[in-house]
């Protein structure tokens, strides 16, 4: 029986653009803009939908321009 690693993605909202490279290339599509949510720049925010279907491939952290987003096994 094998048991299934989990990640925690953060983002560092206050540097976020919301340019949405993070939400293109998530394989999972648990990455999205909230629309509800701004920083104080203005711009809607990258969050992570379901954490629980992340499978900790980093594909949004190596595509974000600005690296805000980190990705922890837990």
Do not use: Q, W
Request: charged share 25%; net charge positive.
């Amino acid at each position: 029986m094998s048991v299934l690693a989990k990640f925690k993605v953060s983002f560092n909202k206050e540097r976020c653009k919301g340019c949405g490279l993070c939400t293109l290339f998530c394989p999972m599509k648990i990455v999205h803009l909230n629309m509800d949510e701004m920083n104080s720049k203005g711009y809607n925010v990258s969050h992570v939908t379901d954490e629980e279907k992340c499978v900790g491939c980093t594909n949004c952290a190596m595509m974000c321009p600005d690296s805000v987003i980190s990705i922890d096994k837990i």
